[in-house]
């Protein structure tokens, strides 16, 4: 049984359990992953990693939270990007997760800490996303809209394209842009 590590701070053993939950989520999927596998992976004991996370949705946030920072300051600069490489941009940080999409979207009506996570990603990216349809010339309201049917478009894709065509994705997401914003394709 690994021992636990009492000379680590505490930022430290919650960075370690985070690492060992991204690396485990991503490999085998949410629900294969057990917490215990999750202590084994970060060393240390069972029932210490109930310490810092009360439970699999809270420790799925964590990692959830950390993914969505990085894939936020991964995003190219909107003044130096046209809203095609920013979309595009959008999907890659999202391939990166693509095993956790469903089950994001499946504990987000459970717990209260995936939603919020998933809730602020929808957010950020709706932020982004009608910015990029108002520079592109619709007014306020038709942005709203761009930006929800280009979510749902994303996400449906994202979910339910289980062979991952990316060039295939990428070529349907502009071409339903080109067509929001002038009725023409991307």
Do not use: C
Request: net charge negative.
């Amino acid at each position: 049984m690994p021992a636990t590590r009492t000379h680590l701070t505490r930022d430290l053993k919650r960075r370690e359990i985070v690492d060992s939950a991204e690396e485990l989520f991503l490999a085998d999927g949410y629900e294969k992953t057990s917490m215990a596998a999750v202590a084994r992976g970060a060393g240390v004991a069972s029932n210490a990693i109930y310490w810092y996370f009360p439970g699999k949705d809270d420790l799925l946030a964590a990692v959830l939270e950390r993914r969505l920072e990085q894939a936020i300051a991964a995003l190219p600069d909107p003044s130096e990007a046209s809203m095609e490489e920013q979309v595009l941009a959008v999907l890659a940080q999202l391939d990166q997760v693509a095993r956790l999409t469903a089950a994001v979207h499946e504990r987000s009506r459970q717990s209260e800490a995936v939603a919020s996570v998933h809730e602020s990603f929808h957010g950020q990216i709706d932020g982004l996303l009608r910015r990029a349809f108002r520079d592109r010339g619709l007014d306020e309201a038709e942005s709203a809209i761009a930006s929800e049917a280009t979510m749902a478009l994303v996400e449906g894709v994202h979910l339910h394209d289980q062979k991952r065509d990316t060039a295939a994705r990428d070529r349907l997401v502009l071409w339903t842009i080109g067509r929001i914003v002038d009725g023409s394709p991307a």
